[in-house]
């Protein structure tokens, strides 16, 4: 009956679309079936929420993975700037081990500037790291640094100031006589072991260890030297005792005396005495002392003895060098014909030759400058080459680089050629010997062959006269308006005086040996004393030629020197004792501080 009820309004329920009853009367088996499907759907929720889980891990796998993965990117791409910096560490140490000059970033195989092959094969490592530098640009280097020489003699022992000496004629005396014995004490000293050369002290621009070079000292360089040096100390203290004297009656009148007595040793070295009178313009056959004491010389002429001297050392100079010098050796010949009347060109009078001797100067000059002066010219272009470049334009520079360049062509092109000559010549030596017939054949062969070598050869020959052409213009130029002569000598101003006392005695000296054996130069003049004052000016000038191919000797043997220039081997015997040295001059230096700030000390108390 219940079920039949139920049934009924199970029925109407469905009926009347009430479908909420349904759930109240569900059966057990179907509420068994919802829970377990709300098991099922909790599980799948459950796996869901796993799957959900597993795929977040993975994602953040996947995530730590492209992290890695950059990572590793990264660190390949550290890697390969590593190598390539490796790479070019390579390459820089390649480079390095090629050799390179660091003055003028030349290699071997490329000429310095205004240098050749030879000089750019000639390579010296100038300190203990890692600079090197072709031996040309290493001598430019230096003769353009503050080069200390290191001097072989001992620490100062005794003050050798000239101040202290002032008019104290036993303390000059005694100074001449001290720096005659030290200049002995030098030269003994540089006579054995590492003294026979020149060593100097540098600092290496990279790493600013000390470096020494050294050159070889000539004996006979070093002897002229010291012999100089000991007559310029000589001639310094004989003209200061003079002046130290002349200063009691007068400096003025004291030099005038000494240039007078001067002039007349000159003219009596060079003048014969039936001429010294007429060199004034004096008729009168007697000398000059008997003129002068027969009041025969006007106050003008007797002006004119005291300026001797002064004129013959300006004709030693170079014309151009100073205005004044040009002035006195213009205007100074003129002057003896102040009290004649007219000036006339009569070969026995002894005036004319003075004229003569302003206008030999500069022929002179001409000579030297296109013969001697070429020379050195040619030593300052290989040692100093920026000398020569200081003194010209850009634009010649420009021109002196390009015909280099083309000239280092030029010989590389014949050097291929004559390789090229060398290697037929070889293969055809190995060829089977063959009949005389097709040695003939092969000879007229040769020709054909041989015309494209001749025509580049010729070329060639042709392209480097014309860059000579324009070399020995350049050449010409630059010796016709520098001096180069100086460049390569010290210039002492006590020696030149002496020398000048000392010019017209050696004139007369070759004249009298020499010029007197050769029988054309017997009978020059009119008379017996004429031609004996023609020759003594022959001999004068033949004297400055002597002295120019002198000092062309000397000089040639310090270029030779100068081109075995080397550097000190670190930590050798000659290095140690180098450094010993150096070590000594800065001990005296302190030294010498130290007594300058006692001294001033004791000044104060």
Known sequence: MNNETSLESFIDSIIEGDISNTK???????????????EEEKEEEEEEKEEEEEEKEEEEEEEEEEEEEEEEEEEEEEEEEEEEEEKKNDDDNDEAEQLKCWICLCGDDEPPPMGTLADAKDFVKVCSCSLKAHRR??????????????????????NNNNDDNAGNDAGIIESLVRNIVNLRRSFIFNTGGYRNSLTFDLKCPQCQNSIFASIPSNPMVNTVSITKGILSTMGKYGLFTTGVVSAVAGVAFSGGLFLSKISMDMIR??????????????DYNGSLDAAFDRNLLKPSTMMLIPLLPVYIRSLRSTPGSSAISDTLVNIFPFLFYVD???????????????????SLRVVYNWVFRFTINRVYYRWVRSLRPCFI?????????????????????????????????????SDTS????ESFIQKIKRFFASWFTRKPESKIMTRNKIAK??????????????????DYSGLFKQKYFFLSMLTTYWWPIGGRMISDHLLLKIPFLRNLGTSPDHSDFIRHLIGCVAMIFVKDLANLFLTWLKIRDLRKLKIVEH???????????????????????????????????
């Not at 190995?430 to 010997?433: G, K």
């Open 24 to 38: 109240e009367i569900e059966s057990p088996e179907d509420q068994e079936e919802e829970k377990q499907e709300e």
């Open 340 to 358: 004649s009347p007219s000036m006339s060109l009569n070969l026995r009078d002894p005036r004319l030759w003075v004229v003569a001797a302003s």
């Open 137 to 158: 640009c290493l001598m430019d280097w230096i003769s353009e640094s503050d080069v200390k020489f290191l001097k072989y003699n001992q620490l100062p022992e005794t």
């Open 269 to 282: 070295c060079v003048v014969p005495t039936s001429l010294q009178s007429r060199l004034f313009g004096i």
């Open 430 to 433: 190995l060829e089977i010997p």
């Open 571 to 605: 930590m050798s015997d000659e290095w140690k004792l180098a450094m010993v040295y150096k070590l000594q001059q800065m001990i005296g230096a302190k030294q010498e501080f130290y007594d300058d700030i006692e001294r001033i000390i004791d000044e104060e108390n």
């Open 465 to 482: 006269g014309k860059l000579r052409e324009r070399q020995r213009a350049r050449e010409n130029k630059a010796v016709s308006n520098n």
């Open 389 to 425: 470049a200081d003194k010209i334009s850009i634009d010649e520079l420009r021109q002196i680089e390009s015909d280099n360049q083309e000239m280092l062509k030029l010989e590389l092109e014949e050097e291929e050629q004559i390789q090229l000559a060398e290697t037929k010549i």
